[in-house]
């Protein structure tokens, strides 16, 4: 029970990585708050997890919508009086290319991924009890580390989470609150499976050889499942992890070593 007594809140909580999250932390001990858009997934998730629904609650939270960011965050607070850990999980991804037109897709890509992730830690903050185990995770990308064409929004706002971590790292450290990223490589999840399909679409070829060719590079030869990232979460919000603050970890198979 390395999460005992904690209270977590995890954006995009409904499926894949968020899920997985969000699961771990509560066989770790952890109350858990979850926010995402889906409402009928969240409850299936919510139910899922606790029955009785008295360790978990789940909240609608568009994280591109600052007032229901605000109403989450305030409900997980006035349910369980404090919140120890932050998980920005909540993201967009889809073709930004530079020749393409309008910003409308850009702008809904950072305002989620990267705007949508400071305005919860903003929101957040005055709920954290200095030097009492506070903890906020970012689930960023390797992409935030590497380019790929016809991503820009996505890689952008992936890099700028990076670099709001380490930002927030030294701003935080004082009050005792560490501050990590985690860049995973090829997940197994929704998000995962349209991005090969939209890339195999772009190419030209099936799914599957796509697939093949997406893998063929990552060392361990496989995609990693949610809860692996979902096992690093926990690890970073333990208190063994207590020393480890400003630090973008590429949980991604081999795929990069930076």
């Not at 073709?95 to 991924?113: F, M, Y």
């Not at 927030?168 to 991005?195: F, K």
């Amino acid at each position: 029970m390395l999460l005992h007594g904690k209270v977590a809140l995890v954006t995009g909580a409904s499926r894949g990585i968020g899920k997985a999250v969000a699961e771990r932390f509560s066989e770790e001990g952890a109350r858990v708050a979850l926010c995402a858009r889906d409402e009928k997934a969240l409850d299936q998730v919510a139910r899922a997890i606790d029955p009785s629904l008295e360790r978990v609650f789940w909240v609608r939270a568009d994280a591109g919508n600052p007032e229901e960011i605000r109403n989450a965050v305030e409900q997980t607070a006035r349910r369980w009086d404090r919140i120890h850990v932050l998980i920005n999980n909540a993201g967009l991804s889809g073709l930004t290319p530079a020749a393409g037109e309008g910003d409308s897709d850009w702008d809904r890509i950072l305002d989620v991924n990267l705007t949508g992730a400071w305005r919860f830690v903003r929101e957040t903050l005055p709920h954290f009890k200095d030097h009492d185990h506070g903890r906020i995770i970012n689930i960023s990308s390797v992409l935030g580390k590497f380019g790929v064409p016809g991503y820009a929004a996505y890689c952008a706002s992936k890099s700028g989470l990076i670099g709001l971590t380490r930002a927030l790292a030294q701003e935080l450290a004082g009050r005792g609150i560490t501050v990590n990223a985690i860049c995973p490589g090829w997940v197994d999840t929704e998000m995962a499976r349209r991005g090969m399909e939209t890339q195999a679409e772009k190419l030209n070829i099936s799914f599957e050889e796509f697939r093949q060719r997406a893998l063929s590079v990552v060392p361990i030869g496989r995609m990693l499942e949610p809860s692996e990232i979902a096992d690093l979460a926990v690890y970073l919000a333990s208190e063994a992890a207590s020393g480890l603050t400003g630090q973008a970890i590429s949980l991604c198979g081999g795929t990069t070593h930076s």
